[in-house]
């Protein structure tokens, strides 16, 4: 897990991005000078010719760095044991603005643990921005959603977007 800080980068391939906080996917060309502004979560956001941008940690090598390994759980893993790795997961979400995760941010409104009918897991969350209008929403939920289907033996997470806690959806 990384921080805040205020590292020199250069990309060293062509590099998927989003522009923050307007949730534009671009692509940084390799060669493209910049610092690190906040390294959290396994993702990154750089500050490139006047711009933010997030860089996914599975993109990570482009900057020189690592990727986070994916989370594991042991063979016999009972739903408490899932449940608390979820709750982990979602501690690795952060906003690309905001140095502290969605947790702690009080945007996981509910997190619920289940099973389908086949009897798989799956997790049901809903959540909230830190502003109705913030551009990086759909990557919020993209990126919670694909951190807790990271979790071995989560079939699916459905994560619901609202804007208060009885649930209107944006």
Known sequence: MYSRTSEPVRLERDCPAVLVPQGEA????????????????????????????????????????????????PEDAADTDVEQLVWKQLRTCFDPEIPINVVDLGLIYECELGRNPEGERMVEIRMTLTAPGCGMGDILVDDVRAKVEMIPTIAEADVELVFDRRGTRR
């Open 26 to 73: 671009v692509t940084l060309p390799a060669g493209s000078v910049g610092y690190i502004t906040q390294a959290l979560g396994g993702s990154f956001t750089v500050f490139v010719e006047g711009n933010l941008f997030r860089i996914a940690g599975s993109d990570a090598d482009a900057i020189g760095k690592e990727p986070v390994a994916p989370p594991e759980l």
